[in-house]
């Protein structure tokens, strides 16, 4: 069985059931979620909305980067059985779910592990960029340095 159970980029809602389900699995004994939330400010400034645009390898490029968290997690003998992760792409208001990223492992810390690094890496190494719409009228891209 693949441990990678869902990976996307999605124009509509994410789900939170969806994800919990796709990584259900009778060997897990922790299972850790992070859900990312559209805030209504950022370095001190109030947001209106944002959108989030991908690059078109951006798929494939998650995937690659849940195959190596599994792998480092796993590799000193802590499984980790399932993960998880979609994001969202196109406009976002504040309050919408942006991304959700979780892990099913055999025991709590590694299911922790798993998800603190799945999404600091998929943060950190896939091509996804936000588009920020400040109340005052003034924009700005994030990570599309």
């Given at each position: ?12 809602p ?24 559209v ?11 944002l ?60 299911a ?34």
């Amino acid at each position: 069985m693949d441990a990678i159970s869902l990976v996307g980029l999605r124009e509509t809602p994410i789900s939170v059931d969806e994800v919990l389900a796709a990584v259900g699995d009778p060997r897990a004994g922790g299972t850790a979620f992070f859900v990312g939330t559209v805030r209504d400010h950022d370095h001190g400034r109030a947001v209106a909305r944002l959108a989030y645009s991908a690059h078109p390898r951006a798929e494939g490029d998650m995937r690659r980067v849940m195959e190596k968290v599994v792998a480092d997690v796993s590799g000193d003998g802590r499984p980790v059985w399932r993960v998880a992760a979609l994001h969202r792409v196109g406009d976002l208001e504040i309050g919408d779910t942006a991304v959700v990223a979780a892990a099913a492992a055999g025991h709590r810390d590694e299911a922790f592990d798993a998800c603190r690094r799945l999404i600091d890496d998929l943060k950190a190494e896939v091509p996804i960029w936000k588009h920020q719409e400040f109340t005052d009228g003034d924009t700005e891209w994030v990570g599309a340095e």
